[in-house]
């Protein structure tokens, strides 16, 4: 699996956009692009994947660059709750098992 | 629905002894997954369960950590002659089948060796 680079932290506005970046730039073709994050003491969660289009659900969006070497994750409103820790993680489907979890970007949402 | 579950939530055992640890995965998800985390640390991979198939024990880190999936269903993590090295929390987690990589996680079981 490609290895991904993540900021160690962020900080961003309570109601404001939190945009969270990752490098990826040894992904392959046929790998994907997941994101999961985990609020202290508590199992990581799954936000959102993607392959190469841009990817919006009812917790995120995901932006991927059209030569597929970085993405963002993008929390539209941040609220207190959302501080966490952020990984970004590139696999194939097929041995998603394997997937490694860096050490991710914590992400503090300050009111 | 039910989300994944692991028991106990909390285990402190003394050095040496053997401790088992279990997780129920979502129903119907056909794999399933155990990762160690320790403090302030990322998730470590330790093994795979797909199915029927032999499981990915390539992350076990050695031959005291073993794991068995029962009716491929619930799963039993153990870990013999425990060391301190090995408090961690230990994470498990299920997906619907090896090809969808969104997995989903139980809340931990925190192992303390003392």
């Known amino acids: 699996d490609a290895k991904t680079t993540q900021p160690p932290s962020m900080d961003c506005a309570e109601g404001r956009a939190a945009n969270l970046p990752c490098n990826h730039s040894?992904?392959?073709?046929?790998?994907?692009v997941y994101w999961y994050r985990q609020i202290h003491s508590q199992g990581p969660q799954y936000i959102i994947h993607?392959?190469?289009n841009n990817e919006t659900n009812e917790m995120a969006s995901l932006i991927i660059t059209e030569d597929r070497k970085s993405s963002t994750l993008i929390l539209p409103h941040a609220t207190l709750r959302d501080t966490a820790v952020y990984y970004c993680i590139v696999t194939h489907n097929t041995n998603a098992g394997k997937s490694t979890f860096g050490d991710g970007t914590t992400l503090t949402v300050k009111p | 629905g039910a989300g994944v579950s692991q028991s106990p939530s909390n285990k402190v055992t003394e050095k040496g002894k053997d401790v088992e640890l279990r997780c129920d995965p979502i129903s119907g998800h056909t794999a399933l997954y155990w990762y160690r985390q320790s403090l302030g640390q990322g998730l470590e991979f330790l093994i795979y369960?797909?199915?029927?198939?032999?499981?990915?024990k390539s992350g076990l880190p050695s031959d005291r950590f073993s794991a068995e999936r029962t009716g491929g269903s619930v799963s039993t993590l153990t870990i013999q002659r425990t060391q301190q090295e090995d408090s961690a929390v230990y994470l498990c987690a299920s997906s619907r089948d090896r090809t969808r990589g969104e997995q989903y996680f139980g809340p931990g079981t925190r192992l303390t060796v003392t």
């Open positions: 040894t992904i392959s073709g046929n790998e994907y």
């Open positions: 369960f797909q199915g029927n198939s032999a499981p990915d």
């Open positions: 993607g392959l190469k």
